[in-house]
């Protein structure tokens, strides 16, 4: 369901829960739904509908306007139980986009909700901040991405294999400052960065840097 539906006007509402209505009766056998949802959701909407109607009046006052608020959140609380129950999780595997358009419903769009693999190396450069700071530069993370995740070591030997790297930082703006301790002061930082997407998987290795600690 439109995430916003419900948080929009009056008329907006009313229309929605009008076709959701009429949607229970074309669909509700097919889906499954039980005959005393459709009853009580049919009921809530005529309460609605008049309440509505009477606080749209040129002499509605502010009674008049509770009672429609109360009406709408007692209708909203219907449609919620039967879309997160027949429609959202389509216990019989019959929800069909059409169907979901004729309760008002648009479909997701399954290129929006597509994951993509990461699959590019993340180019970043390393620069001075302030003291015992190492500036980390790299673009935007792409869509549907979590960011750059930062594997480093500080001191001792130049690293030989990226398994080596064993801090690890999750980097999610395109400059981040990363701060270390005055014993560490003069050391060397080596680092490689990773795409991450929001499914929590990681792309391949950027090639390791090095910087000396200032």
Not at 3 to 25: C, K, M, P, Q
């Amino acid at each position: 369901m439109n995430r916003d539906i419900f948080s929009a006007g009056e008329v907006d509402f009313l229309n929605f829960a009008t076709t959701f209505n009429a949607g229970l009766d074309d669909h509700a056998s097919l889906l499954g739904i039980p005959a005393v949802f459709i009853t009580e959701n049919t009921a809530r909407l005529a309460a609605y509908t008049a309440a509505y109607h009477v606080a749209e009046s040129p002499s509605a006052g502010k009674v008049e306007r509770e009672d429609r608020k109360e009406k709408r959140l007692y209708l909203t609380q219907s449609i919620r139980k039967i879309k997160n129950a027949y429609l959202d999780a389509d216990p019989l595997d019959a929800v069909t986009p059409e169907i979901l358009l004729d309760y008002g419903i648009h479909p997701k769009d399954p290129k929006r909700t597509d994951v993509p693999d990461p699959t590019e190396v993340v180019p970043f450069t390393l620069e001075n901040g302030d003291y015992l700071q190492v500036i980390v530069k790299h673009p935007a993370c792409p869509p549907r991405y979590k960011g750059a995740v930062a594997r480093c070591k500080v001191g001792g030997p130049a690293p030989e294999t990226h398994q080596e790297l064993t801090n690890s930082k999750l980097l999610t703006r395109p400059r981040e400052i990363l701060t270390f301790e005055d014993s560490q002061l003069g050391q060397t930082l080596y680092i490689a960065l990773y795409w991450e997407n929001e499914k929590g998987l990681i792309g391949p290795p950027s090639p390791i840097q090095s910087h000396v600690i200032a």
